[in-house]
């Protein structure tokens, strides 16, 4: 699977953005698609998840109620909607995608993904 994530940018804080995470090399259904970030001297750290197949989604905590996962099964792409955005949303933006997870604390965790794409910066401003 190669993954492309894309939409990164400069925003006010309380702006939006969305991001995208294209696919590629095979259909997603069996995976779960990850988003996570990473701030500047900070480790990764996880911002939400779907599982393909069923569309369930999960979020941390940090972004619950103002970040939104949605996909296109048509275009396999993954979105990440980012309403409410504030200056600690800053940080580099990665998707990743694997198989096999099943658990949310598997959802988690950044070493359970063998694919990723490129990141994507955000950049919010106060």
């Known amino acids: 699977v190669q993954l492309q994530a894309s939409g990164g940018g400069l925003v006010q804080a309380g702006g939006s953005l969305r991001l995208s995470c294209a696919a590629s090399g095979r259909t997603l259904n069996m995976y779960i698609v990850g988003w996570f970030r990473q701030a500047p001297g900070k480790e990764r750290e996880f911002v939400g998840a779907?599982?393909?197949?069923?569309?369930?989604?999960y979020y941390a905590d940090s972004v619950k109620g103002r970040f939104t996962i949605s996909r296109d099964n048509a275009k396999n792409t993954l979105y990440l909607q980012m309403n409410s955005l504030k200056s600690e949303d800053t940080a580099v933006y990665y998707c990743?995608?694997?198989?096999?997870?099943?658990?949310?604390?598997?959802?988690?965790?950044?070493?359970?993904?063998?694919?990723w794409g490129q990141g994507t910066q955000v950049t919010v401003s106060s």
């Open positions: 779907m599982r393909w197949s069923g569309g369930s989604t």
């Open positions: 990743a995608a694997d198989y096999g997870l099943y658990s949310f604390s598997d959802y988690q965790d950044d070493a359970r993904y063998r694919y």
